[in-house]
């Protein structure tokens, strides 16, 4: 049977043929090409995918499907299900009808079913399940808190706790530091950050960075950099351009921004490149550079275009910040790693891997086959090493 497509409260409805009430002749039927869309790669990073998602009903279902793996661990089928999604998020166009998805790598029979039954009812019974469900609820609202992952939410959730005042005023939980900040700056960090106050930021950054070294550059990457208007975080990238000059900048940042009296929180992480460095180094997600996770304190009035709100009871607003340091010839796969998506960063890696036989993590690439580190002053060094063609941070959005 064929579809075709109507609308209906805003959504795609695929109704089957015979109820329509004008249907097309099944002489045009045959002549017209089913929907040609080029051939995706099942990598993302073979793929362009911009902010601009057709698809966003799917994606969202699917997300929803993710997130609760996440929280129940369930590792595998968050990979399917991420594909998927990323899959979808990449196309020029709407899927129009069921027989749109044939040939389209990485949907496997859960996601064709969970799309089919959009199409069909306007949403999933199978996320509609999971939305309503108290576990996914509060499990969605304790990892909200800065510092709170699945582990900490699910021990939580089995207290019987429901309720993040619950959780605050429970004597028996012990918050650590991050935990703490979390819940002092809620409010405010789990708004969204927007481009003019990453702009801010970025000024505020930029200052206290120059009094260390005035060679320091700083790159915002992240989702702004690939073009996003909001963000959970803004990401930094900060710079020398002498090798080893780089030793005690986020300290000193970081003690310019208390004395300011602009730090409401902080992580510092020294480097631990020197471990990455050894003969028994492994690749991994996990970065070794020196690194801070921060909440600071952003006023108001340094943000561009910022209206006075009367009602408004304070003149700033707290933002999570997080600044990188990689060393100068890091750099290149440091911004690559760090301007994300994570999903593109996955398939960044599993391509060279599965593809190339050459492992790729935010500090190097190194050639299995000739057991060589592939050198790169750019990111697009970095793909042409890959034989990839190179993708626009915008595009990478997968
Ligand atoms: N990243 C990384 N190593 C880490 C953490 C993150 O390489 N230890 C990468 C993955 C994406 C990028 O850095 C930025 O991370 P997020 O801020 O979590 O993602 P985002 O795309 O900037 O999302 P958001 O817009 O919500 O901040
Ligand atoms: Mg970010």
Same mark, same amino acid.
């Given at each position: 049977s064929?579809?075709?497509?109507?609308?209906?409260?805003g959504r795609p409805?695929?109704?089957?043929?015979?109820?329509?009430i004008?249907?097309?002749?099944?002489?045009?039927k045959?002549?017209?090409?089913a929907?040609p869309?080029?051939?995706?790669?099942?990598y993302?990073?073979?793929r362009?995918?911009?902010?601009?998602?057709h698809?966003?009903v799917?994606t969202d279902?699917l997300e929803?499907?993710i997130e609760?793996?996440?929280?129940?661990d369930?590792?595998?089928?968050?990979?399917? !299900?991420?594909?998927?999604a990323?899959?979808?998020?990449?196309l020029?166009?709407?899927?129009?009808?069921?027989?749109?998805?044939?040939?389209?790598?990485?949907?496997?029979?859960?996601?064709?079913?969970?799309?089919e039954?959009i199409y069909e009812?306007g949403?999933?019974?199978?996320v509609?399940?999971?939305?309503?469900?108290?576990?996914y609820q509060?499990?969605?609202? !304790?990892?909200?808190v800065f510092?709170?992952?699945p582990?900490?939410?699910?021990?939580?959730?089995r207290?019987?706790l429901r309720a993040?005042?619950?959780?605050?005023?429970?004597?028996?939980i012990?918050?650590?530091?991050?935990?703490a900040?979390?819940?002092l700056?809620y409010?405010?960090i789990?708004?969204?950050v927007?481009?003019?106050?990453?702009?801010?930021?970025g000024?505020i950054?930029?200052?206290?960075a120059s009094?260390?070294?005035?060679?320091?550059?700083i790159t915002l990457?992240g989702?702004?950099r690939r073009?996003k208007?909001f963000?959970?975080?803004v990401?930094?990238?900060?710079?020398?351009?002498?090798?080893?000059?780089?030793?005690?900048?986020?300290?000193?940042?970081?003690d310019?921004?208390?004395?300011?009296?602009?730090?409401?929180?902080?992580d510092?992480?020294?480097?631990?490149l020197q471990q990455?460095k050894?003969?028994?180094?492994?690749?991994?997600?996990?970065?070794h550079?020196?690194k801070c996770?921060?909440?600071?304190?952003l006023?108001?009035?340094l943000?561009?275009?910022?209206?006075?709100?009367?009602?408004?009871?304070?003149?700033?607003?707290?933002?999570?910040v997080d600044?990188v340091?990689?060393?100068?010839?890091?750099?290149?796969?440091?911004l690559?790693?760090?301007?994300?998506?994570t999903?593109?960063?996955?398939?960044?890696?599993? !391509?060279?891997?599965?593809?190339?036989r050459?492992l790729?993590?935010?500090?190097?690439?190194?050639?299995?086959t000739?057991?060589?580190f592939?050198?790169?002053?750019?990111?697009?060094d970095? !793909?042409a090493?890959?034989?990839l063609?190179?993708?626009?941070?915008?595009?990478?959005?997968a």
């Amino acid at each position: 049977s064929w579809f075709t497509e109507s609308m209906e409260a805003g959504r795609p409805v695929l109704v089957e043929a015979k109820h329509c009430i004008q249907k097309p002749s099944l002489q045009l039927k045959k002549t017209l090409p089913a929907n040609p869309l080029p051939t995706v790669s099942q990598y993302a990073c073979q793929r362009r995918t911009t902010l601009d998602n057709h698809n966003k009903v799917f994606t969202d279902a699917l997300e929803v499907l993710i997130e609760n793996y996440e929280f129940s661990d369930n590792k595998g089928a968050c990979v399917g !299900f991420r594909r998927a999604a990323s899959v979808l998020k990449s196309l020029p166009k709407p899927l129009r009808c069921l027989k749109d998805m044939e040939g389209l790598p990485c949907l496997g029979d859960d996601t064709k079913a969970i799309i089919e039954e959009i199409y069909e009812c306007g949403s999933s019974s199978r996320v509609e399940n999971i939305l309503s469900d108290e576990k996914y609820q509060t499990l969605k609202l !304790f990892t909200s808190v800065f510092g709170v992952g699945p582990k900490t939410g699910d021990k939580w959730y089995r207290r019987g706790l429901r309720a993040l005042e619950q959780v605050h005023s429970e004597p028996s939980i012990q918050l650590n530091k991050m935990q703490a900040a979390g819940f002092l700056y809620y409010e405010d960090i789990s708004k969204p950050v927007s481009r003019a106050e990453a702009k801010a930021v970025g000024c505020i950054i930029e200052e206290v960075a120059s009094c260390f070294s005035s060679s320091v550059t700083i790159t915002l990457t992240g989702g702004f950099r690939r073009g996003k208007e909001f963000g959970h975080d803004v990401d930094f990238l900060l710079s020398i351009p002498e090798p080893g000059k780089e030793d005690g900048l986020l300290p000193a940042v970081i003690d310019r921004l208390r004395k300011q009296g602009i730090l409401l929180y902080s992580d510092l992480q020294e480097s631990t490149l020197q471990q990455w460095k050894r003969p028994s180094r492994c690749f991994d997600s996990m970065d070794h550079f020196q690194k801070c996770f921060l909440i600071v304190k952003l006023w108001t009035r340094l943000v561009e275009g910022h209206r006075e709100d009367p009602s408004s009871r304070r003149d700033w607003k707290a933002v999570r910040v997080d600044l990188v340091v990689p060393p100068v010839d890091c750099y290149a796969f440091a911004l690559l790693g760090w301007s994300g998506s994570t999903q593109f960063e996955r398939d960044l890696r599993r !391509f060279a891997r599965l593809e190339r036989r050459m492992l790729l993590d935010n500090h190097a690439l190194y050639d299995k086959t000739t057991n060589t580190f592939l050198q790169a002053k750019t990111e697009e060094d970095i !793909f042409a090493h890959l034989g990839l063609d190179y993708i626009e941070p915008w595009q990478r959005n997968a």
